[in-house]
């Protein structure tokens, strides 16, 4: 039987690491979302500078672990006289890896759009960024709203690393629980249980979305 005494007697510092692993997730989520949406822009962008540019960072940061970029974000910018807390540092590092993977998702909502739509906002007298801004972009979001909401999942759950550098989220607590109660299992399925309360929700929020978004169509 799970033993539910360890979650009462220790509540306030799951609910610290829940409360962080939130705070994290907002920032990592809103930021990689802007940062993907870049470098999504510069994968099809007219300018073969920018093409590189996008291309490199997305394959460079797609085909290396996760717990590698938040290592270097907390061990590696020291060196050059940057120091970010543990919570940063873990933060930044999931914010930059997971703008990679929706910079290719937005990609490939980009070129699902009919080409006839950027056209006809150039003729319209907007320039490349407006038309991009104001007619082609919320065109993709739409189209990749159910690969975009498993990258959200994903970030949710890839959160977990900051846990590795003591980043005050919901692993790291759990990982001071245990230590302190000499428990392994009953701990970490607490852990779980607090990680389900967030992706849950989030899982069913999209799934309504794109069935909204079918039947509008």
């Known amino acids: 039987m799970i033993d539910f005494s360890i979650l009462t007697e220790h509540w306030g510092m799951y609910m610290d690491g829940f409360v962080n692993t ?15 949406t870049v470098f999504a822009v510069f994968r099809i962008a007219p300018v073969r500078v920018l093409n590189a540019i996008g291309a490199a960072y997305v394959e460079f940061i797609r085909n290396i672990p996760l717990i590698l970029v938040v290592f270097f ?9 940057i120091r970010l ?35 006809a906002g150039r003729s319209s007298g907007f320039g490349y960024v407006e038309t991009m801004r104001y007619i082609v972009l919320p065109q993709a979001v739409k189209m990749v709203i159910p690969p975009l909401g498993n990258q959200f999942l994903n970030l949710i759950k890839n959160s ?3 846990g590795v550098i003591a ?3 919901l692993m790291y607590y759990g990982d001071l629980v245990s230590s302190a109660t000499f428990v392994t299992f009953d701990v970490y399925i607490f852990v779980a249980l ?3 309360v967030l992706t849950i929700p989030l899982s ?10 079918a039947r509008a169509r």
């Open 204 to 213: 069913l929020g999209v799934r309504h979305l794109e069935r909204r978004m």
């Open 160 to 162: 977990s690393v900051l």
């Open 194 to 196: 607090f990680y389900l």
């Open 85 to 119: 807390n543990p919570f940063m540092a873990g933060t930044v590092g999931l914010t930059i890896y997971t703008s990679a993977f929706i910079a290719e998702t937005l990609r490939a909502g980009i070129a699902s759009v009919p080409k006839g739509q950027m056209e």
């Open 22 to 36: 939130i705070k994290a997730s907002l920032i990592a989520l809103v930021a990689s979302f802007v940062l993907g």
């Open 73 to 81: 974000m907390f061990v590696g910018l020291p060196v050059v006289g």
């Open 167 to 169: 980043g005050l989220d």
